[in-house]
């Protein structure tokens, strides 16, 4: 059974750092890609980062550019969110995607989210 697990979110202080991890378990024979979304109160859920895991290549949404900082262990099945100079804006719950492969076919978990509160 495949398990996404979030973890490392809390409170900080604004301009402060903070680093999510994201764990993929269970089954998995690869992994395509993995990614970032963030849902803030009222609004919707909105991509923030991808981990791309066939080319390595990482991509960012304008808003956190600059700022965050997607990269995978060495295993493989882990990304982290490094995330820098944090402000207000960017309090949210931080989901999870992971693109993997079972056997030859294709399919996607989320996890459960993990609070990020920006405040002083």
């Known amino acids: 059974q495949v398990r996404v697990v979030e973890s490392g979110g809390g409170l900080v202080q604004p301009g402060g750092s903070l680093r999510l991890s994201c764990a993929a378990s269970?089954?998995?024979?690869?992994?395509?890609?993995m990614k970032w979304y963030r849902q803030a109160p009222g609004k919707e859920r909105d991509w923030v980062a991808t981990f791309t895991a066939t080319s390595g290549g990482t991509n960012y949404a304008d808003s956190v550019k600059g700022r965050f900082i997607i990269s995978r262990d060495n295993a493989g099945n882990t990304v982290y969110l490094q995330m820098n100079s944090l402000k207000p804006e960017d309090t949210a719950v931080y989901y999870c995607?992971?693109?993997?492969?079972?056997?030859?076919?294709?399919?996607?978990?989320w996890g459960q989210g993990t609070q990020v509160t920006v405040s002083s």
């Open positions: 269970g089954g998995i024979s690869g992994i395509y890609d």
């Open positions: 995607y992971a693109g993997v492969r079972i056997g030859t076919l294709r399919y996607d978990f």
